[in-house]
């Protein structure tokens, strides 16, 4: 039996390889507290933490800066503005040679133009650190930093009202470095209204990225006159600034300092949140690397594994993670281990509810309240599972009778999946985990191959289990079903070979920001906050509820 789970184990391991996309120091594209294993039960009598419990009923952009709409095209003169009087018709679906229109050249086109309109792809963390360091000194850079992020769609969408971008801009790439293609090319159509075009090629004449762009445009004229007259005017305003000192942080009259970067730059000046959540396996990593991290327009945020809650909560307090998902039991364990302290985080939102499964042998115990002192019952230290269990003991002296790893040190294993290979091999073995039911790999995996290792989820209904309550007064715990798996559940309430409900208890999944970076990067927590909460139906949706 031990080798036919193995084999299931490793299969889990495949399935989330080829399900979960692979994310850069487990960056997001895709269960725990020590308090004193006490005689009585938990008191939570310390204060409530502050709490955000708004909604929102739009749905986030799915792109970090996403760019704006893109400037239209068009094949008749413009009208007179900023940008100027352009002067002919753009050459949309010139191929550079000069050609007529062919299917070809529309083709070419339409595929370049495409590279505009879609989304940066999510940047790697080490990717975004390079680029922070590589423009970190560039006064421009550093001048858009400091601009507000939330105001920078309308503001651009106001700059390049009136402005048609010609065909040939699309044969380029999306960016040079740090530049925007689009506002490069802008600034070569208002011309006839100022020189911020040669003031440009003036100052940044020895930047690498301002050079690259020159060296692509200059192969694009040799068969565009257009083109070719613009970048000649350029030239003749830059060279009457000859002499003129240099100046590196240039800023274009009329244009505000991030409209000129390109994306990458944008999102490397975006803060970065790590995020502690549990195994590749579980809810926590899907929701932040599948949702959060992709969905939201505030932070750079990567997802950090993690053994669990307990682990999490120390994370966090620590400052090694800037935030994280927690079993709601976890934190009032470290709230009240935490009596009269300050606490070190603060909790964001509870966008789902977790469900306690008990995993046994089928020739072992067929509820919790069955367990004594001749079971064992695994979970890995510093898990969700583990916080949970502190609670059980706390509220019935009987459940310190049971063996785990908190009385018996040799039960120590490093996952669930080891704690699960444990209960296959011995008929007086359980396993605690705690997710929301039916929507994490592992689960799914131990549901296919439960009978032929005789696994069974069993009740988790005892009278005083609930009991537990937060400072507030509200229950921590509330008993409900679990109706999501088929072969862990046919030793149900209907008994015998069917399947049954399963009574357990449920509580909350909290999201906590650690108040240190909260307080640095204030205007991100805001605006991160209210994306967040926001997703809330979609998080729901994707564990579901």
Known sequence: ??????????????????NVPYIEDVEAKGFSSSRSFSSSRSSFSSSKSSFSSYKSKSKTSSSSYKTASKPKTSNTKTTSSKFGNSKGKSSSYKTVTGAKQTKTAKSALKTQRAKFKKAPSKTSSASIASNKAKYSGNTTYSSARALNRSTYHTRRNGYYA????????????????????????????????????????????????????????DVLARDNAELRAQLATMDGQSTKLNGTAINDGYVPTGVDADIMMSQEALISMKPTMNVCVGSQSGAYFRVVA????????????????????????????????????????????????????????????????????????DKGPSNIGALSGSNKVYFP??????????????????????????????????????????????????????????????????????????????????????DTQDPSGSDVYSFKDINSYKALQRKGSCYGYCAGSIKTLYVNADFIVNNKWKKTNTTAYNSLAIELIGMTPEIKAAVKQ
């Open 1 to 18: 039996m031990l080798k036919q789970l193995s084999t299931m184990a490793i299969t889990a391991i495949a399935v989330i390889a080829i």
């Open 162 to 217: 009136g402005y048609n971008a010609p065909g040939y801009v699309y044969y380029g790439s999306p960016s040079y470095g740090m530049w925007d293609t689009i506002f490069l090319y802008s600034m070569l159509n208002s011309m006839s209204n100022n020189n911020n075009a040669g003031q440009f090629a003036h100052n940044y004449q020895n930047n690498a990225d301002y050079q690259n762009w020159r060296r692509e445009a």
């Open 290 to 361: 599948g949702i959060m991290a992709p969905g939201n327009n505030s932070v750079n945020m990567v997802a950090v594994t993690t053994k669990g809650t307990g682990e999490t909560l120390s994370n966090i307090a620590n400052g090694t993670c800037d935030a994280g998902f927690v079993q709601g039991d976890g934190y009032w364990n470290y709230v009240e281990a935490n009596k009269g302290a300050a606490l070190p985080f603060e909790r964001v939102f509870s966008p789902y509810k977790e469900a306690v499964h008990l995993v046994c042998n």
């Open 381 to 466: 230290l510093g898990s969700g599972a583990a916080e949970t269990w502190k609670n059980f003991a706390g509220t019935s002296d009987k459940y310190k009778q049971v063996n785990t790893v908190f009385n018996d040190p040799s039960m120590k294993v490093d996952s669930y999946e080891a704690a699960l290979l444990k209960v296959t091999a011995d008929k007086n073995a359980c396993a605690v985990y705690v997710a929301p039911p039916g929507s994490t790999t592992l689960m799914r995996n131990i549901d296919a191959g439960a009978k032929a290792a005789q696994l069974v989820l069993v009740d988790v209904e005892d009278g005083t289990l609930d």
